[in-house]
């Protein structure tokens, strides 16, 4: 038999999980409400809260401090969209030819290269003197002033590759040999060489027909 005070001491009964889950649920609402308050968000039951994409609506929304940044962003956006739209252009097809030689006027001429490579060499080379540090970097310099010199004849539909070899007078003997998969009918190669009392020069220039 229980008396009234055993009762009042009993311990009072545990809440069940659903209500647990209700209370947390009702205060976390309660704290997403004060939070939209004070950043002036809309409330999350309003759809029109939730379609914030257009980007005038959003300029509008985070008016003050963050605009002006906001307002950049969308410069620097326009900028790069320009910018892209100038830089991808189509791509020009190209019919096909169906040459499988040169014209009979330009072709590669051997007597026209070796003579301008060799004018081109006594006028850069005629007092240079060899330099272990520097002969490398002169070796890039000869070979990208021969392509051009040799571009300047405007030979049709061939590639140009030149080869260059610097090396110092030392009462020593070279052998240079070159090795190539082509069309003996119409590719062509020429070997220019020079001299000094200091450093010798030898560049291969060779003249590929592209079909």
Not at 5 to 29: G, L, M, S
Not at 74 to 97: F, H, L, Y
Not at 170 to 187: F, T
Request: glycine share 4%; with cysteine; aromatic share 8%.
């Amino acid at each position: 038999m229980t008396t009234p005070t055993d009762a009042t001491n009993k311990i009072p009964a545990k809440t069940t999980p659903d209500v647990q889950k209700d209370d947390v649920f009702t205060e976390w609402r309660s704290r997403k409400a004060s939070i939209n308050a004070f950043s002036g968000l809309k409330p999350p039951g309003d759809i029109s809260s939730r379609r914030k994409s257009n980007l005038r609506d959003l300029t509008t929304h985070l008016a003050g401090a963050r605009g002006a940044g906001l307002r950049r962003l969308t410069m620097s956006i326009r900028a790069k969209s320009d910018i892209s739209a100038d830089m991808v252009k189509p791509t020009v097809k190209k019919e096909n030819t169906y040459r499988m030689r040169p014209d009979d006027d330009k072709g590669f001429s051997v007597a026209k290269v070796e003579k301008a490579v060799k004018e081109l060499f006594e006028d850069e080379l005629e007092g240079v003197e060899y330099s272990h540090d520097t002969s490398s970097k002169l070796a890039c310099e000869i070979s990208e002033k021969v392509k051009e010199r040799v571009k300047d004849f405007n030979f049709a539909r061939f590639k140009i590759s030149v080869n260059v070899i610097v090396g110092q007078v030392d009462d020593q003997g070279m052998e240079v040999v070159s090795r190539c998969v082509w069309d003996d009918k119409l590719d062509r190669s020429v070997c220019v060489t020079f001299k000094n009392k200091s450093l010798y020069v030898i560049a291969l220039i060779f003249g590929v027909y592209f079909e």
